[in-house]
């Protein structure tokens, strides 16, 4: 009985978030409320609540905990012999990165264009970024704020950024990681 109750709960949960990108994409965050998303999606204003119990902006990054825990997964679960770096490198491959697709652009444009998600959002990106630094930390048997960890967590996550506003995502973040595996040492020199 419970995996029937947890599958339509999380049938609830995808209705809801897809109801919601699918407003905000076409009217604009701001003018969609609630209560029209809970109609769309066919519940309840509190069964919305019940599943995005931190509001509005919460219905955007549906996959947040997904996204955070298959990104502690890519260091933790990487085959033997393969670096920190190289299991991140396989994990951002398997799962589609901003910017790869015209659907993540315009959800990317939606987070950008919007101050509460933009937000919200960079709060999430700074505690993934301090989850990865964690399971690099643990990993790696070094303290969760030793400065090669923190900073190479910032690096993987800046990176992402950059790449996503190419003209090739999945290439530039592929070359951005060559250079965090290799060095920048070939490229500064005149």
């Not at 699918?22 to 009217?27: G, K």
């Not at 999430?124 to 900073?151: C, F, K, N, Q, T």
Request: aromatic letters at 6%; zero cysteines.
């Amino acid at each position: 009985m419970s995996g029937l109750r947890e599958r339509k709960k999380a049938q609830t949960r995808k209705a809801l978030a897809d109801a919601a990108l699918r407003l905000f994409l076409e009217r604009g965050y701001d003018a969609v409320s609630v209560k029209e998303v809970a109609e769309a999606a066919e519940v309840s204003v509190p069964t919305l609540f019940a599943h995005f119990p931190d509001g509005k902006e919460s219905l955007v990054f549906d996959m947040d905990g997904d996204r955070e825990a298959a990104l502690v997964a890519a260091v933790r679960d990487r085959a033997p012999g393969t670096t920190v770096l190289e299991g991140l490198r396989e994990g951002f491959a398997k799962n589609p990165r901003p910017g790869d697709t015209a659907e993540m652009r315009d959800f990317m444009r939606l987070i950008e264009e919007t101050p509460a998600l933009s937000s919200y959002f960079h709060k999430m990106w700074l505690r993934h970024e301090g989850a990865l630094a964690r399971a690099i930390a643990e990993d790696l048997g070094r303290e969760p704020d030793d400065l090669a960890v923190v900073s190479l967590a910032h690096l993987v996550f800046g990176a992402l950024d950059v790449a996503r506003r190419r003209d090739d995502p999945a290439g530039d973040l592929d070359r951005i990681f060559e250079l965090l595996e290799k060095g920048w040492g070939s490229i500064l020199k005149p």
